[in-house]
T-cell receptor, first 114, second 111 residues
Framework: DAGVTQSPTHLIKTRGQQVTLRCSPKSGHDTVSWYQQALGQGPQFIFQ???????QRGNFPDRFSGHQFPNYSSELNVNALLLGDSALYLC?????????????FGPGTRLLVL | LAKTTQPVSMDSYEGQEVNITCSHNNIATNDYITWYQQFPSQGPRFIIQGYKTKVTNEVASLFIPADRKSSTLSLPRVSLSDTAVYYC????????????FGAGTTVTVRA
């Protein structure tokens, strides 16, 4: 049973460019959340998708957008990249639409913005 | 205002018990307490979750006093592979879909 998978594992972009990160949830999970983790800090919640809609959003600008597909996989898009967007981007999935649930994290995509 | 406060780092030796205390003085009635573990270059991994008293699983124990203003994660007989960052999270069990991570506690286990 595959866990949460993310692609690519590493990515290098330059300021002003756009990037798309991908996530496939654990089998049987229908909810996907995205987190940004800067070096030396804890993950920060970006947003969560359920039933192909954004359900909750953290304190991130509109440059960060996402999408969930009918097969529950998800994409995170970041436009107009800034140096400060360099971080580990984590995807997490959970089994139902409920709260207080265990979220299962993928290995992350490390993004470097030059 | 941070919801949780935990030590920045802790050192231990193989075979010892490690106890990490997290303060959450403003915990609300609907809040639950969850601990995650994270190894370098990996995503966090769920360890244990509780609301009150004591919870135990195959990995750890979680002790929550009656006032719920703090909680203690206990890792029995640690090994080198338990070296990681441990996060204490407090979240509303009725409305909060997101996980709110602080800076965590870096636990280093030495031989």
């Amino acid at each position: 049973d595959a866990g949460v998978t993310q692609s690519p594992t590493h990515l290098i972009k330059t300021r002003g460019q756009q990037v798309t990160l991908r996530c496939s949830p654990k089998s049987g999970h229908d909810t996907v959340s995205w987190y940004q983790q800067a070096l030396g800090q804890g993950p920060q919640f970006i947003f969560q998708y359920y039933e192909e809609e954004e359900r909750q959003r953290g304190n991130f600008p509109d440059r960060f957008s996402g999408h969930q597909f009918p097969n529950y996989s998800s994409e995170l898009n970041v436009n107009a990249l800034l140096l400060g967007d360099s971080a580990l981007y984590l995807c997490a999935s959970s089994p139902t639409s409920g709260v207080a649930e265990t979220q299962y994290f993928g290995p992350g995509t490390r993004l470097l913005v030059l | 205002l941070a919801k949780t406060t935990q030590p920045v780092s802790m050192d231990s030796y193989e075979g010892q018990e490690v106890n990490i205390t997290c303060s959450h003085n403003n915990i609300a009635t609907n809040d639950y307490i969850t601990w995650y573990q994270q190894f370098p270059s990996q995503g966090p991994r769920f360890i244990i979750q509780g609301y009150k008293t004591k919870v135990t699983n195959e990995v750890a124990s979680l002790f929550i006093p009656a006032d719920r203003k703090s909680s203690t994660l206990s890792l029995p007989r640690v090994s080198l592979s338990d070296t990681a960052v441990y996060y204490c999270l407090v979240g509303d069990m009725w409305s909060d879909y997101k996980l709110s991570f602080g800076a965590g506690t870096t636990v280093t286990v030495r031989a």
